[in-house]
């Protein structure tokens, strides 16, 4: 089956990145002069999409604004002849179907999936932490895509991964497993943030999912784990007994943005890309160091 539609948690408070996102939703954060949850959506769209459930909570109206028509803005632009600026605002708003949930209470990732069930129906479906960018070796198959063609090959659902070093296995989703062909592995175990005694491996979930609509049914009867909250990977865990779930090694990079360090070199490193400003940024980096 076609994977088509794809959730964007984007409801979480964003204690790592206080006082900024006490106003600002952290997705909301420029790489340049774009808000990260544009670079996710594009990569969604990217990736196949069409259909795109954002999951938001208060404070969080920024998002919808931001992909939302501005005719005001629009019509100026037009009287100055800002043509580039105008085409930018459009493509903006014409990129996939968009659609705004509200998750009432911070019940974790889980019950943020939860959310959106009515609206992905009985197919599978992509989820992509609004809080990350990740970006592949090959720019033209985003990790979605990658994780899509796994589903769409093999059934069941397949999480993105990275080898983290032992000590940072506790902050992560971590998977085990055997490899069934270059970078791909069936997975036989799933643990939420595990202690490095406990963790099967150091492959650790990068932010990206192709899941099957079973998990539904698995996050309903999922009851809180780590931290109180309905967690993902406990479903996943549960489910992996019913369908396959697969794990794909990708090349690439991932920027996580509530983190302070990385929300800076993800700005460098989107920077330094940028024909506008590239070359005076690398300059200015040669000065500092
Ligand atoms: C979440 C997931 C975790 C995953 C991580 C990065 O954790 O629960 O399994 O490895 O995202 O994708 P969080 O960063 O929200 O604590």
């Known amino acids: 089956m076609i994977v088509r539609k794809a959730v964007i948690p984007a409801a979480g408070y964003g204690t790592r990145f206080l006082p900024i996102a006490k106003t600002v939703p952290k997705e909301m954060l420029p790489l340049v002069d ?3 949850i544009q670079y996710v959506v594009e990569e969604a ?7 795109i459930v954002l999951v938001i909570s208060r404070s969080k ?3 919808e604004e931001h992909f939302h028509a501005a005719p005001d803005l629009e019509s100026e632009l037009e009287a100055k002849g800002k043509t580039e600026e105008l085409t930018c605002l459009r493509e903006l708003c014409g990129m996939a179907r968009l659609h705004f949930v509200w998750q009432q209470r911070m019940g974790g990732l889980g019950d943020a999936i939860l959310h959106a069930r009515h609206h992905v129906g009985d197919e599978p479906f992509a989820v992509l932490l609004g809080d990350t960018v990740v970006t592949s070796e ?3 198959r985003p990790v979605t895509r990658q994780l899509a063609d796994l589903v769409e090959q093999h059934g069941g659902s397949a999480v993105a991964l990275q080898e983290v070093p032992e000590e940072k296995v506790s902050r992560y989703g971590i998977l085990g497993g055997e490899e069934i062909a270059p970078g791909v592995l069936r997975a036989r175990q799933f643990v939420e943030k595990p202690t490095p005694e406990q963790a099967p491996s150091r492959l650790a979930v990068s932010a ?3 899941l099957s609509p079973g998990i539904f049914e698995e996050l309903e009867r999922t009851p809180p784990g780590r931290g109180g909250e309905i967690q993902l990977t406990d479903a996943m865990a549960a489910l992996l007994h019913r369908e396959p779930l697969h794990g794909l090694r990708f090349e690439g990079r991932r920027h996580d943005i509530g983190n302070k360090l990385d929300f800076i070199k993800a700005n460098i490193h ?4 940028r024909e506008d400003i590239g070359p005076d940024l690398r300059a200015y980096l040669r000065d500092l160091t």
């Open 34 to 36: 774009r808000p990260v």
């Open 45 to 51: 769209v990217a990736s196949g999409i069409t259909d």
């Open 61 to 63: 109206r920024a998002l």
């Open 138 to 140: 090959d720019a033209s």
């Open 208 to 210: 990206r999912y192709v």
């Open 270 to 273: 989107f920077g330094l890309q």
